[in-house]
């Protein structure tokens, strides 16, 4: 883990933690998803990510817990990012539905945030994001707020 990340760390997870999401994140982007630009947004973010699930079979869903709010992602193309409140839905409660419905993981009425990844998409999201509190600690990473 490179300093950078170890410092955002230390904000709010455990080295080995943090480690662990971190390799989660590169294996679900890097060799299934294959998109690199996606993995170091979410990097940057790594600090307030508690838990990463991949489901392949969901439009290869990725689902990030922090402590407040479910992120949700999707590898296919033509997918958008979902943010949704952490009481709403979470990976318990879709992991306890049995089998999984794609419609409940896209459910823009039940969202709290829908973002469509298109033209300048990484500003859009840092925006969000900031606007629920999340933020990059450090240098702006090239992208304008």
């Known amino acids: 883990m490179n300093k950078s990340l170890k410092s955002q760390a230390i904000h709010g997870l455990s080295w080995s933690l943090a480690d662990k999401l971190i390799n989660q994140l590169e ?19 790594i600090s307030y990510i508690k838990k990463v699930e991949f489901y392949k079979g969901l439009n290869q869903a990725i689902i990030m817990e922090t402590a407040s709010h479910t992120f949700i992602e999707f590898g296919e193309k033509g997918n958008a990012f979902y943010i949704y409140n952490l009481e709403n839905l979470n990976i318990k409660s879709i992991e306890g539905i049995g089998k999984i419905n794609l419609w409940k993981l896209k459910n823009r009425e039940e969202a709290l945030i829908y973002l469509p990844h298109s033209g300048s998409w990484e500003r859009k999201f840092i925006n969000e994001l900031y606007n629920i509190g999340y933020e990059i600690k450090g240098k702006n990473y090239g992208y304008n707020r």
């Open 27 to 45: 294996e679900i982007f890097t060799i299934e998803v294959k998109d690199k630009k996606r993995l170091e947004f979410w990097k940057k973010y």
